[in-house]
């Protein structure tokens, strides 16, 4: 997992929430995609699969990745906006 996650404490707020250590891997890579190639959830997709190792760092299985997953876990990120912002 990347040190600025683990810094920040993102997957510490997920875990806090219930979510399921598979979504947590999913919304850390997710959340590292868009930081480093900000785009749709397809085109986050392609670049996941093809041009990154960020599963890899963050521990989700990439052969369970697809654009329905990214689509609901950032539906579920949405939710938890306003308590990520606030997070310290």
């Not at 993102?10 to 890579?29: H, P």
């Not at 995609?33 to 996941?48: D, K």
């Not at 190792?53 to 990214?70: A, Q, Y």
């Amino acid at each position: 997992m990347p040190k600025s996650i683990k810094q920040l404490g993102i997957d510490k707020y997920f875990k806090d929430r219930n979510w399921s250590e598979e979504d947590i891997s999913l919304a850390l890579s997710h959340i590292t995609s868009r930081a480093i190639y900000p785009a749709s959830e397809l085109r986050t997709l392609r670049f996941m699969q093809e041009n990154s190792s960020v599963c890899e760092l963050t521990g989700f299985d990439i052969n369970k990745l697809t654009k329905d997953r990214l689509y609901q876990i950032s539906q579920k990120l949405f939710i938890e906006k306003q308590g990520l912002e606030n997070h310290s």
